[in-house]
C-alpha cells in the first residue's frame, strides 16, 4: 500500500524559507513519477512541480516557477520541496503525490497541470505565512 507523509510545514514570517519533505513507503520509487500540489483556503488544489520516474525532468507550474524547487532522493524515498521568497499568498495546505501512470513530461505536464489527477495523496502539512 502506497503511503506518503508530508512534514516541514509551519509558520514563517513572509520572505522566509521552508523546505517540506514527503517521506513514500510501499512504492517503487523507480516506476512513480510524483509531485507537490496546494490548497488554498476556499480555492481548488494546484499544482506546483511534478517530478518524472527517473527525477531527469520537472515541471513547474506558474506558480512556482522562480521560487520553488523540488527535487527527490529515490534511494531514501523522498520528495522534497525548497520554497524561498513566501507570501502571505502562499499560505496554504501543501500535499505530495504520486503515480505510476505518468511515463512521459506531456504527461507529467497533464498531471501538474490539474487535467489528471495523480492516484495516491499525503494527508498534507500547513504552511502558514505571517506578514
Known amino acids: 500500500q502506497v503511503r506518503l507523509v508530508e512534514s516541514g510545514g509551519g509558520l514563517v514570517q513572509a520572505g522566509g524559507s521552508l523546505r517540506l519533505s514527503c517521506t513514500t513507503s510501499?512504492?517503487?520509487?523507480?516506476?512513480?513519477?510524483m509531485g507537490w500540489f496546494r490548497q488554498l483556503p476556499g480555492k481548488r488544489r494546484e499544482g506546483l512541480a511534478c517530478?518524472?520516474?527517473?527525477?531527469?525532468?520537472?515541471y513547474y507550474t506558474d506558480s512556482a516557477k522562480g521560487r520553488f524547487t523540488s527535487s527527490r532522493d529515490k534511494a531514501n524515498n523522498m520528495l522534497y520541496l525548497q520554497m524561498n521568497g513566501l507570501t502571505t499568498s502562499d499560505t496554504a495546505m501543501y500535499f505530495c503525490?504520486?503515480?505510476?501512470?505518468?511515463?512521459?513530461?506531456?504527461?507529467?505536464?497533464?498531471?501538474?497541470?490539474?487535467?489528471?489527477?495523480?492516484?495516491?495523496w499525503g494527508q498534507g502539512t500547513q504552511v502558514t505565512v505571517s506578514s
Open positions: 503525490a504520486a503515480d505510476s501512470r505518468i511515463l512521459s513530461y506531456i504527461s507529467l505536464y497533464r498531471y501538474c497541470s490539474g487535467l489528471e489527477e495523480f492516484s495516491d
Open positions: 510501499g512504492l517503487n520509487n523507480g516506476e512513480y513519477a
Open positions: 517530478i518524472s520516474r527517473s527525477g531527469a525532468d520537472t
